[in-house]
């Protein structure tokens, strides 16, 4: 049996550069059939536009801080 995969938008807390601000994420919930109750996301991407500076920022979603760096308006995953 396969996972199943839908889109969700969450809520989430952007931090970093001095700003911190509520946002929407949007992301694909992946739940696995063996685990029903467990679920993981993947693909996340803010879905609010903003006027932050470029720099280092995270968000917090789903229990996870996430390391990010804006960079000419977009938000990228860091490694």
């Known amino acids: ?9 969450l809520q989430g807390i952007l931090r970093g ?3 911190e601000r509520s946002c929407r994420v949007r992301a694909i919930k ?9 679920s993981e ?3 996340m991407d803010i879905a609010d ?5 470029d720099g280092s920022y995270e968000v917090t979603v ?4 996430i390391p990010l760096t804006r960079r000419d308006g977009l938000y990228l995953a860091r490694q």
């Open 17 to 19: 550069e001095g700003h």
């Open 30 to 38: 992946v739940a696995m059939p063996c685990e029903p109750m467990a």
């Open 49 to 53: 536009s903003d006027n932050f500076p």
């Open 41 to 43: 996301y993947a693909d």
């Open 62 to 65: 789903a229990c996870r801080t």
């Open 1 to 9: 049996m396969s996972s199943r995969r839908e889109s969700v938008v």
